[in-house]
């Protein structure tokens, strides 16, 4: 009954976990089953547990969202990895598996999002990663760049209108389909931008 309480505190009201992803805005929507919510001095790390059954939309700090239609993720163990297979048939994920979201700041000003572990998506599946950013909102410029691990960001090419960067700027919202984790941030007020394979 206290663990039902707790968890029903953090939910539906502003517990320590609620705060940190924005207090009065839902933790952990249908499908999502929160883990942690931890502040450090590198950002706010965000985990959750993702289910291929329901999938889910999770609430990260500082107001961004991800959202995985059902059996979306593809199963780490058995699938490739990597520039060449992001297009690449794989195995659905057919277990829960945990996943942590740390937010914060880049040099530049605009949020950054680094996602662990490292996981791919079924071609054809949607997710989408919402950032929230007021200036990058109203800037049609900004795109959603892919971070990464220990390399440049950069603008991935995006043949099909679904993965083209989208701006809200009523909600201060930038968002589009992505196909693989890692890192995401934000690049504004540039005309020429670079691509990957």
Known sequence: ???????????TGCG??????????PVAPRGAVPL?????????????????????????????????????????????YGVTEWDQPCTPLSAPIAISARSYTAADGHPRVDFSPSLRFVPGSEVVLYLR??????????????????????????????????????????????KHFSGYTISAGRTSLSYDL
């Open 133 to 178: 950013d007021k200036a990058a909102a109203a800037d049609t410029t900004a795109v959603i760049q892919w971070c990464p691990d220990g390399s440049a960001c950069v603008t991935e090419a995006a043949p099909l209108p679904s993965y083209v960067t989208k701006r809200d700027q009523a909600l201060g919202m930038v968002y589009r389909a992505i």
């Open 16 to 25: 320590v976990a609620a705060l940190l992803v924005a207090c009065g805005e």
């Open 1 to 11: 009954m206290r663990e039902y309480t707790q968890l029903h505190r953090v939910l």
């Open 36 to 80: 942690s919510a931890a502040l450090s001095s590198t950002g706010i790390t965000t985990s959750f547990v993702y289910d291929p059954a329901v999938g889910g939309s999770f609430e990260l700090a500082s107001q961004h969202r991800i959202t995985f239609a059902p059996g979306a993720v593809c199963d780490p163990l058995v699938s490739s």
